[in-house]
């Protein structure tokens, strides 16, 4: 069965390093999805891509995010500068299309010291 | 007003007891209604859609009230296995579809 995998499974950085989180989304799937999970709390959204081009992102997701296609099959979030509340789950996902389910991968750890 | 809304629990049941709980949403637009399962530290795992009708899949039956927005999710016969976070998520196409989830609901199957 088909799956999202996400690299790597844990980071750990320091406060103000650039972190890179990547995945590879189900390859027939056309819209990718980040979101992230603080210890103890709802998972919650940042952002949506499709063709190429955010179609939607939270208030979460400032100017220190980005996020990039960079070939035919990797998905990857940039945090720029790190703080510590960044430290969390990050969840990709992924879906056919976009009112259709969306599969997860199993996350990268994210701690920032 | 949190858009989805839910028991946190925990539910501590024995085995093969039936256990039901149920999640509220505020967005009346909102067209997908899912359950998704969640184990300590993994990713939410789709447990099952949830349609108008109802519908039911094995030993879990879920509903949906769109006139008073809420989700239900019921679990027959538990299994110790059943033990997890149960995560109701809605999407509404005004939101570009991107997932709101609920804080979860803990279930715990004891022998």
């Known amino acids: 069965e088909p799956e999202v995998t996400q690299t790597p499974s844990h980071q750990v950085t320091q406060m103000g390093q650039e972190v890179i989180l990547r995945c590879v989304p189900i390859?027939?799937?056309?819209?990718f999805y980040w979101y992230r999970q603080i210890l103890g709390q709802k998972v919650e959204f940042l952002v949506s891509?499709?063709?190429?081009?955010?179609?939607?992102k939270s208030e979460i997701f400032d100017d220190q995010f980005s996020v990039e296609r960079p070939d035919g099959s990797n998905f990857t979030l940039k945090i720029r500068s790190t703080k510590l509340e960044d430290s969390a789950m990050y969840f990709c996902?992924?879906?056919?299309?976009?009112?259709?389910?969306?599969?997860f991968g199993p996350g990268t750890r994210l701690l920032v010291l | 007003r949190k858009e989805v809304e839910q028991d946190p629990g925990p539910f501590n049941v024995p085995e093969g007891a039936t256990v039901a709980f149920n999640c509220t949403y505020s967005n009346s637009a909102s067209q997908s209604f899912f359950w998704y399962r969640q184990d300590c530290r993994k990713e939410p795992k789709l447990l099952m859609s949830v349609y108008s009708s109802g519908n039911e899949d094995g030993r879990f039956t879920a509903q949906l009230n769109r006139a008073s927005q809420y989700i239900s999710l019921l679990i027959r016969d538990s299994k110790l296995s059943d033990s997890a976070t149960y995560l109701c998520v809605v999407n509404s196409p005004e939101d570009d579809y991107k997932l709101s989830f609920g804080a979860g609901t803990t279930v715990t199957v004891r022998a």
């Open positions: 891509f499709y063709n190429n081009e955010i179609s939607e």
């Open positions: 996902a992924s879906s056919e299309i976009s009112e259709e389910t969306q599969y």
């Open positions: 390859s027939n799937h056309l819209y």
